[in-house]
């Protein structure tokens, strides 16, 4: 069964790539100052078609509560049979500059072996995994599958965090493998089992009534942007770790390791520049807070003229891991920036998205099973397992509506596919794998579960 199987995913990946290049054209950014709604419609659609085609009924697109489309739809197994839920997200992130990019950002690119584009592996590579898995089975699945499609993760909106406890009809699973995240490396399989939260802000500062002439006021008149970057400045010590008042920074990470040398190739970390913070890597990404000024509104070098800033303002973002709640981090970020704000200047805050750190399964027969399979599909003895920096807010709603799940975080986002970045890509090998895992946990998996 496994080599039928493997072959059968190997022959699907023309298909898959083809999918993935009529995805990758969607500029499915959900924010209609950055990308046209249309383009996001046009994805939901090709979404309905293609879960349609590969054999689920009802698959249906749903407005959620941020005015972005949640697709969902359903696969019958036996009346028996345990059920799988199979998220991903099929928004994406900004281009980030168009001119910053190697090839097209939303034309899928092949080069030296890798495929090219936004989205490319965050999250439509993991929709062209989930299609190939269910295609190779051809319907022959002896559980009952459910999709769920998000489709503003990326803004972080809340759109899915509202839908899901009014539609857990449509969503109520004994397993689910969460399609948004991926492996420690390339032929490296690995299951995330801890997520950090998510805690934003956005900081105003203002000073004057309007921008002064810093030659006849420069030296007394207080300049809001001089306040914010000595208050931004506040955020890290000098070695580079987070210096939030009231926040612990000394958490250890006990998973797998993380070589600095390792980390400084997928990072791209200029040479002779220092990585930041007196833990290990693992301990930095995984296991502390860290604060990361996102954006600064204030004039830009081209055109700004020789006056003081009357006003600027930052996006802060605060990653918090496990052990600590989000919305006291976020708390505690205001207050420790309204304490070191200089020269009595005017603060004022915008609370943004807040989302709790999250772990996962780490035990039980559909953890069992996704092990067995990742070993199966990659050949190898061992499945690792890592943590992750980013933030999946869904998660931690699934665990709160469904206790009884095993959530599972899987997927193709391996470090060189540089998401959020410029040049994102994917590297197919990890599609064709996972796909291999994900139809062989799809077909053992009802073996193992057993019902109360």
């Known amino acids: 069964m496994s080599d039928a199987l493997r072959e059968r995913v190997h022959d699907l990946m023309p298909q898959a790539k083809a999918d993935l290049t009529e995805m990758v054209g969607f500029q499915s950014v959900h924010d209609a100052e950055q990308s046209p709604?249309?383009?996001?419609?046009?994805?939901?659609?090709?979404?309905?078609?293609?879960?349609?085609?590969?054999?689920?009924?009802?698959?249906?697109?749903?407005?959620?509560?941020?005015?972005?489309?949640?697709?969902?739809?359903?696969?019958?197994?036996?009346?028996?049979?345990?059920?799988?839920?199979?998220?991903?997200?099929?928004?994406?992130?900004?281009?980030l500059g168009a001119d910053e990019w190697d090839s097209p950002v939303w034309s899928l690119t092949e080069r030296q072996g890798r495929w090219y584009g936004r989205g490319?592996?965050?999250?439509?590579?993991?929709?062209?995994?989930?299609?190939?898995?269910?295609?190779?089975?051809?319907?022959?699945?002896?559980?009952?599958?459910?999709?769920l499609g998000e489709g503003s993760e990326e803004q972080g909106t809340g759109g899915i965090e509202d839908f899901?406890?009014?539609?857990?009809?449509?969503?109520?699973?004994?397993?689910?493998?969460?399609?948004?995240?991926?492996?420690?490396?390339?032929?490296?399989?690995?299951?995330?089992?801890?997520?950090?939260?998510?805690?934003?802000?956005?900081v105003s500062v203002e000073t004057l009534g309007s921008a002064m002439h810093s030659g006849m006021f420069g030296g007394a008149a207080p300049d809001a942007l001089a306040a914010l970057i000595a208050m931004l400045a506040s955020l890290r010590d000098a070695q580079g770790n987070t210096t939030i008042t009231g926040l612990d920074a000394s958490q250890?990470?006990?998973?797998?390791?993380?070589?600095?040398d390792a980390f400084r190739t997928d990072a791209n970390v200029l040479d002779g520049v220092d990585l930041l913070g007196s833990g290990s890597v693992?301990?930095?990404?995984?296991?502390?807070?860290?604060?990361?000024?996102?954006?600064?509104?204030?004039?830009?070098?081209?055109?700004?003229?020789?006056?003081?800033?009357?006003k600027a303002r930052a996006r802060i973002n605060l990653r918090v891991p496990p052990g600590m709640d989000a919305k006291h981090a976020q708390s505690a970020l205001v207050d420790h920036l309204k304490a070191v704000a200089p020269w009595h200047v005017k603060v004022s805050f915008e609370m943004e998205a807040d989302g709790s750190p999250f772990v996962g399964a780490t035990s039980g027969p559909g953890y069992d099973t996704l092990v067995d399979s990742l070993k199966s599909a990659y050949g190898t003895d061992e499945v690792l397992l890592m943590g992750q920096g980013g933030s999946i807010p869904l998660c931690n709603v699934f665990a709160d509506e469904m206790p009884d799940a095993e959530i599972m975080l899987i997927g193709v986002e391996e470090p060189q596919c540089l998401i959020h970045a410029p040049n994102e890509s994917v590297d197919p090998s990890e599609i064709e794998h996972m796909a291999i895992a994900e139809a062989t946990f799809l077909t053992e998996y009802a073996t193992r579960h057993a019902r109360p």
């Not at 250890?252 to 600095?260: C, I, K, Q």
């Not at 301990?283 to 830009?300: S, Y």
């Open 252 to 260: 250890t990470w006990s998973g797998v390791d993380y070589p600095a």
């Open 282 to 310: 693992a301990d930095m990404v995984w296991a502390r807070p860290a604060a990361t000024v996102l954006g600064i509104d204030c004039p830009p070098v081209v055109g700004s003229s020789a006056s003081v800033v009357p």
């Open 120 to 147: 490319a592996a965050d999250c439509k590579g993991n929709i062209a995994m989930h299609l190939t898995a269910l295609r190779a089975l051809d319907g022959n699945i002896p559980v009952n599958v459910k999709i």
């Open 37 to 95: 709604p249309e383009e996001c419609e046009k994805m939901v659609a090709w979404l309905q078609e293609a879960f349609t085609a590969a054999g689920f009924s009802d698959v249906d697109a749903h407005e959620t509560s941020d005015g972005s489309k949640a697709v969902t739809g359903y696969l019958a197994g036996p009346d028996d049979a345990p059920t799988v839920l199979l998220y991903f997200h099929h928004d994406v992130q900004p281009p």
């Open 164 to 202: 899901v406890p009014r539609n857990l009809d449509l969503l109520a699973a004994d397993a689910i493998i969460i399609a948004d995240s991926g492996n420690f490396a390339v032929g490296k399989p690995s299951l995330t089992t801890t997520l950090r939260g998510i805690a934003n802000i956005i």
